[in-house]
């Protein structure tokens, strides 16, 4: 496993590899099983793969967890050589960002919806690092989770609007043995909150299953998850959404195709995203 810190250096790295499938997996680093999923399955699909780590400043919000936001690079790089990834991509914030720094994507109306409520800049912020991340890297897959849905739609909404050449791959939720699903943030819960959290999960499942048995009232849906976190004092609804997996707009009635359920919440200062699809991203 080869670490190159500067755009130069990997560029002139993929330069060299003319004729190999790239795959690439952009992250934020402190790596659980969620990341290594996505990790494991580009070795599979590629010649190559290339993971970078950067906690980009400009997807955080003011106020937001930048500072705190856990890192622990020696670990991490003792997962991609056990895994078998073959560059880490390492960049810092002066080579990301050089002074002054002006030029920003922007995924219109969707970035403003679900999470862009609370989190205004968020997409914005998401959408010119990973495109800047393309252009250095020059994948040919890319692979992201479906823990984070909207931004993997937006994402695949940017690739294709912008003729982006590479194909995105969005992989399945890993969760805790408790249904909580990994993140690097569940680090910021005290055991208390924790236990806590185990209702997200499961008010989503439930939901799920209500749907599996025929509910479609998508007001129906959404009414009985809230009631159900509401059961779990130290859970702050943020949003309960139920919208179109292709267009992000809320729906009456659950299209089995088509429906992304998509919740954020906050215990304590810790805030949490979780949601199901019916159809594919
Ligand atoms: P992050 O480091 O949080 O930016 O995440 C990097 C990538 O890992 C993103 O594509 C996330 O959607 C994905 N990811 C994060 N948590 C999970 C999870 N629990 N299951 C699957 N993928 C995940």
Known sequence: MKQLDTIAEMNAAMAELTGKSIGFVPTMGYFHQGHLSLMEQSIKENDVTVVSIYVNPSQFGAGEDFDQYPRDLDKDKKDLQRLGVDFLFFPQDSEMYPDPYLTYVTVEEWQTLLCGQSRPHHFRGVTTIVLKLFNIIGPDYAYFGQKDAQQAIILKKMV?????????????????????????????????????ARKFPEALNKARFRINE????????????????????????????????????????IDRNNTLVAAAIKIGKTRLIDNFILGEI
Do not use: C, F, H, W
């Not at 912008?162 to 680090?187: K, T």
């Not at 509910?215 to 959404?241: F, G, P």
């Open 214 to 253: 025929g509910q479609d009232s998508a007001q129906r849906i959404r009414d009985e998850i809230i009631e159900d976190l509401k059961q779990e004092k130290m859970i702050k609804i943020d949003y309960v959404e139920i919208v179109s997996l292709d267009k992000l707009r809320q729906v009456n009635k």
């Open 160 to 196: 294709k609007d912008l003729n982006v050449p590479v194909s995105l791959r969005i992989l399945p939720i890993v969760r805790d043995a408790d249904g909580l699903a990994l993140s690097s943030r569940n680090s910021y819960l005290t055991s208390k909150e924790r236990q806590a």
